[in-house]
């Protein structure tokens, strides 16, 4: 039974932070800031309990890297950021400047402004536009490609992009398929979709290595939430820039 205390709840006779509760099912669950939100229906849950670990690990030691000193400013962006979670995320741990870029086509980044007030955190800005080989955005310190590269017609070239933008470290997830390994498999569009693409394990691994990119840890896992074994793999990278 859940009992509403001024903007908090009780569950399981423990107080949590219930700030969100008002904006509907969200794209993100929240409990990494103390919150306690509804969450969208279906994949969402196991798809962000798949990626969660790998990818706030990555933030945390780009950041810790990138300062020398506690005094070192540390900039960080996330692209095709849906509802901003993880350029809130680095923020919390510790970011100076976090950027949230997003087109909003999938309605998720309208929310990213409320969600930001809700929970109070500084030096978080959004950006409402369309991610393309020829976008000017601002480089930081670090970016994170991590929602992004499956959905788009030229993925490796939005690839560049990212790691152009990134002065210190770039940090990169994407779905591949797990219908098969094969080193030359692309697929654009994506199967049973009209847009996006699909490479495999081996063929993006591929990607990274003729891109000659340095890649400081790489993580493989699946992606519960999806059914499709099209759209369950899932390969994350940490980039060290050269400088």
Same mark, same amino acid.
């Given at each position: 039974?859940?009992?509403?205390?001024?903007?908090?709840?009780?569950?399981?006779?423990?107080?949590?932070?219930?700030?969100?509760?008002?904006?509907?099912p969200?794209?993100?669950?929240?409990?990494?800031f103390?919150?306690?939100?509804?969450?969208?229906s279906?994949?969402?849950?196991?798809?962000?309990?798949?990626?969660?670990?790998?990818?706030?690990?990555?933030?945390?030691?780009?950041?810790?890297?990138?300062?020398?000193n506690?005094?070192?400013?540390?900039?960080?962006?996330?692209?095709?950021?849906?509802d901003?979670?993880y350029?809130?995320?680095a923020?919390?741990?510790?970011?100076d400047?976090?950027?949230?870029?997003?087109?909003?086509?999938a309605?998720h980044?309208?929310?990213?402004?409320?969600i930001?007030?809700?929970?109070?955190?500084?030096?978080?800005?959004?950006?409402?536009?369309?991610?393309?080989?020829t976008?000017?955005?601002?480089p930081? @310190?670090? !970016?994170?490609n991590?929602? =992004?590269?499956?959905?788009? &017609?030229d993925?490796?070239?939005? #690839? /560049?992009?990212?790691? *152009?933008?990134?002065n210190k470290?770039?940090?990169v997830?994407?779905?591949?398929?797990?219908?098969?390994?094969?080193?030359?498999?692309?697929?654009?569009?994506?199967?049973?979709?009209?847009?996006?693409?699909?490479?495999?394990?081996?063929?993006? @691994?591929? !990607?990274?290595?003729?891109? =000659?990119?340095?890649?400081? &840890?790489?993580?493989?896992n699946? #992606? /519960?939430?999806?059914? *499709?074994?099209?759209?369950?793999?899932?390969?994350?990278?940490?980039?060290?820039?050269?400088?």
């Open positions: 039974m859940l009992k509403l205390l001024f903007g908090r709840k009780k569950v399981n006779n423990v107080l949590v932070n219930n700030v969100l509760c008002d904006l509907g969200l794209y993100h669950s929240y409990s990494f103390g919150v306690d939100n509804e969450q969208l279906g994949i969402h849950e196991l798809n962000q309990k798949s990626k969660h670990p790998i990818i706030m690990a990555y933030i945390a030691y780009a950041i810790a890297k990138s300062k020398p506690t005094t070192t400013p540390v900039s960080f962006t996330e692209l095709f950021c849906a901003g979670y350029a809130m995320v923020a919390k741990l510790g970011c400047k976090s950027i949230g870029v997003d087109s909003n086509k309605g980044f309208e929310k990213a402004p409320l930001l007030n809700r929970l109070k955190l500084p030096n978080v800005e959004f950006i409402k536009e369309d991610i393309t080989p976008s000017t955005l601002l930081t @310190d670090i !970016v994170a991590i929602g =992004g590269l499956y959905h788009v &017609d993925p490796i070239k939005i #690839l /560049e992009l990212s790691y *152009r933008m990134a470290y770039l940090i997830q994407s779905v591949v398929s797990l219908t098969n390994n094969d080193e030359n498999y692309y697929v654009a569009p994506a199967p049973g979709w009209t847009w996006g693409n699909r490479f495999s394990k081996k063929s993006f @691994d591929n !990607v990274i290595k003729k891109l =000659g990119y340095q890649v400081i &840890d790489y993580h493989f699946e #992606l /519960e939430g999806n059914k *499709r074994l099209e759209d369950r793999g899932s390969v994350y990278y940490l980039i060290k820039k050269e400088q």
